[in-house]
């Protein structure tokens, strides 16, 4: 594969000056061209292709200036170097707030030109980057990355851009794996505050003392441990959004001091007599049933209210089916591109439509852990339907009854494993799905004697 050399183009009124340059940085392993006016030097840059212009400040017609402005215009990325006497620094100077990467004032040596293109280079090279991880990260914090060709989706979309601009707190409910992280981060990039801080927590993942802490920070010396301040993820978050993920897992006793924040805009941190104000949206996000919750006395109503201002429930897969061709190949382009080793280039018909029928108990989550799985495992070019590792029942068909009668005993056994193994070996979301308590849950996880 031929690597293409950076481009400069080199403009002097005195044409042979430009030539000599461009001579000296052609040796240097540059592509170079030589240009007598900015006019001449403004239609190459117009036609593409250029890294960096060399230009001097003082020509007839087009100059300096006007060389660079008109190049800002055509492509930002372009570096300029500007070339001035030695009595005209403050020219260079107003060149340099007008946007060039630097100026070289006569007579300079070659080697120094050299050093300082290479460098003007390094900074479009990272120009380039940023945009484009700039537009990555656009296209995950809008409605642009998230796959909504299901009407099932069309009407999750229509209410987020609804809401999105409101200043007000979002409920997002639905199973687990169907997506409620994305929708939280659409709501963020299409609102009024997409250009601040979006944080996300998982209220499941800590305990109580340390998600108090995580959420609203702490001092130093409050605890073990408090070796410095930590200002916590709501001020973090300060004049952006604060995504609470599985919120019908924070504590009973940390609910207040959460509602404390909602209705306030004030929070304490732990180990502090002071307090601070925050600004922030909440946007919340949960698969359990808050209200049967609060019948049962684990979430209170009054935060249920607060945060059950509007509420969008995401459908899961199979409700989608539309979204699931467009699903693949998206996640498809990803594992590709994460391994870039693999031959595979697409997926066999048997493997789409065995795609298609499947019930997806673990929603969009678990169609991409296939597409992965098929990406790595398929032999050739194309993934075969053996490569999916799905189960045999067909979607709709709820839990398989097959093969030998079993005892009902063995029937909640083995429902309970796929259950547990179903919500990524969470006991107490199982059990509660499940119905049952934390006991019987253990009692039927426990091996046959």
């Not at 995580?214 to 952006?240: I, M, Q, R, W, Y």
């Amino acid at each position: 594969m031929t690597i293409s050399k950076p481009r400069v183009i080199v403009v002097d009124d005195k044409l042979a000056m430009a030539e000599m340059l461009a001579d000296g940085l052609a040796d240097q392993d540059f592509e170079t061209a030589a240009f007598g006016s900015g006019r001449e030097a403004l239609e190459a840059v117009r036609a593409g292709g250029v890294d960096v212009v060399v230009t001097d400040l003082r020509m007839p017609n087009v100059d300096g200036f006007m060389l660079l402005d008109s190049v800002q215009e055509v492509d930002s990325n372009v570096q300029v170097i500007v070339m001035t006497a030695y009595g005209a620094i403050d020219s260079a100077v107003e060149a340099i707030r007008r946007g060039a990467y630097h100026y070289l004032t006569k007579p300079f040596k070659l080697d120094e030109l050299v050093l300082f293109v290479r460098r003007a280079l390094a900074e479009r090279a990272l120009r380039v980057e940023t945009a484009a991880l700039r537009e990555k990260l656009g296209e995950q914090y809008s409605l642009a990355g998230v796959v909504a060709q299901s009407a099932p989706m069309q009407r999750v979309l229509d209410v987020v851009r609804r809401i999105a601009a409101a200043n007000v707190s979002v409920l997002i409910t639905g199973e687990t794996g169907t997506g409620k992280g994305l929708i939280a981060r659409a709501i963020h990039g299409e609102g009024a505050r997409a250009e601040k801080p979006f944080v996300a927590i998982n209220c499941a993942a800590l305990p109580e003392a340390l998600l108090e802490s995580e959420l609203f920070g702490h001092v130093k010396g409050a605890f073990t441990g408090a070796t410095s301040d930590n200002p916590g993820l709501f001020a973090s978050a300060d004049h952006g959004t604060v995504f609470l993920d599985e919120i019908g897992e924070i504590p009973i006793g940390l609910q207040p001091k959460l509602l404390r924040v909602l209705e306030s805009g004030t929070l304490r941190p732990v180990g502090s007599t002071h307090e601070r104000s925050v600004d922030v949206r909440v946007v919340a996000a949960t698969h359990r049933d808050l209200r049967a919750a609060v019948s049962q006395g684990t979430f209170r109503e009054d935060l249920l209210y607060r945060l059950d201002v509007v509420s969008i429930e995401i459908p899961p897969l199979r409700v989608r089916r539309d979204d699931i061709l467009p699903l693949v190949e998206r996640f498809l382009a990803d594992a590709i591109a994460r391994h870039p080793s693999s031959q595979v280039a697409c997926f066999s018909r048997a493997a789409m439509e065995r795609m298609l029928d499947y019930a997806w108990p673990g929603n969009v989550r678990e169609l991409a852990h296939v597409v992965e799985r098929g990406v790595l495992l398929a032999a050739g070019t194309e993934v075969a339907e053996l490569d999916l590792g799905l189960e045999t029942h067909p979607a709709g068909s709820g839990f398989p009854f097959m093969g030998e009668v079993l005892p009902m005993i063995e029937v909640q056994r083995r429902y309970a494993r796929w259950a547990l193994d179903q919500l990524d070996g969470h006991k107490t979301r199982t059990a509660e799905r499940l119905d049952v308590d934390a006991k019987t849950l253990n009692r039927w996880l426990e091996p046959e004697t």
